[in-house]
């Protein structure tokens, strides 16, 4: 069985990355018993749907709008592999 750190990693790697099937059915199974990790799943779904909107609405130049110490931020802030 998966850990809820575990369930966390992999919810946010499937934001960006097709997991493989192990992967997917390991975070099923936990999403069934885990209330925290289910919530976690509908705050990422909500945070991403935003972004998506956001960079549609600003269009290509949105990145571009951001200061270098912005994305630096950013970039500090993103989990690593
Ligand atoms: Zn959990």
Redo the contacts with the bound molecule.
């Keep these: 069985m998966?850990?809820?750190k575990e369930?966390?990693l992999l919810l946010s790697r499937s934001r960006d990355q097709r997991l493989t099937w192990r992967e997917r059915l390991g975070v099923r199974l936990?999403?069934l018993y885990?209330e925290?990790?289910r919530r976690?799943e509908k705050q990422l779904r909500f945070l991403h749907a935003a972004v998506r909107r956001f960079v549609a609405s600003a269009g290509p130049a949105a990145d571009a709008r951001l200061s270098e110490d912005a994305r630096r931020r950013i970039r500090d802030a993103l989990p690593r592999d």
Excluded: A, I, K, T
């Design positions: 998966l850990s809820c369930v966390s936990h999403l885990c925290g990790c976690l």
